[in-house]
């Protein structure tokens, strides 16, 4: 009996040492995949910051370009507003000089 009790013990110390092997292999495997998705996650993480500025960027571009926009229409319309004004005056002082109303003298 001592025989076959010395090779169970033999076999499990074996077994013992294989899945410690193992166990050592498992971690360093999981050591390095946790790394490498640490890695990938700071990468993430500063290419998702910079989308994050260009993002604000373009806001404030954006932002800008709208209020040139506006200002751009209302000076527009203030332009034709006193061309018209303009031209009528113009027309205005015209016919009175046809009509001998006025006088450029006057």
Known sequence: MSANLKAIT???SEAIVKLELRNFSLEKE???ALEQ???EAALAQ???DQA???I???QS???KLKKQCNRAAKVTANAVKRAKEQVKRELSTKHLLEKGVYTEKT
């Open 10 to 12: 033999s076999k499990a």
């Open 30 to 32: 999981l050591s390095n």
């Open 37 to 39: 998705c640490s890695a």
């Open 46 to 48: 500063q290419k998702l």
């Open 52 to 54: 994050a500025q260009k």
């Open 56 to 58: 604000k960027e373009h």
């Open 61 to 63: 571009m954006a932002s």
